[in-house]
Nanobody, 123 residues
């Protein structure tokens, strides 16, 4: 059974930082793309950052570029999202996903999803 488990969410003041983690289990190898998505109440899910299987190619949404950093652990089944200079409008449920997308930011192209971790940014 494939599982993705996120952690690291919480409440932080505007301008603060958080580090999210996502661990994948149940997949035979690590040859899959991974990404972070977020969804705020009443809004569509949006791609935040993506990372290749080898961890050498990353992609970011324009709104987070330069503030967020996605990385992949040495074991390749773990990804992290370092979030700096957080803004109140970035309050959302953050979820990680794994799969083989042709477009990294398209949620429908991911096979496996975690339950999510809540990030709340207070003003």
């Amino acid at each position: 059974q494939v599982q993705l488990v996120e952690s690291g969410g919480g409440t932080v003041q505007a301008g603060g930082s958080l580090r999210l983690s996502c661990v994948v289990s149940g997949l035979r190898n690590s040859f899959y793309y991974m990404a972070w998505f977020r969804q705020a109440p009443g809004k569509e899910r949006e791609g935040v950052a993506g990372i290749s299987a080898g961890g050498d190619i990353t992609r970011y949404a324009d709104s987070v570029n330069g503030r967020f950093t996605i990385s992949r652990g040495n074991a390749k089944n773990t990804i992290f999202l370092e979030m700096n200079s957080l803004r109140p409008e970035e309050t959302a449920m953050y979820s990680c996903a794994a799969g083989f997308p042709s477009i990294w930011g398209r949620a429908s192209q991911y096979v496996y999803w975690g339950q999510g971790t809540q990030v709340t940014v207070s003003s």
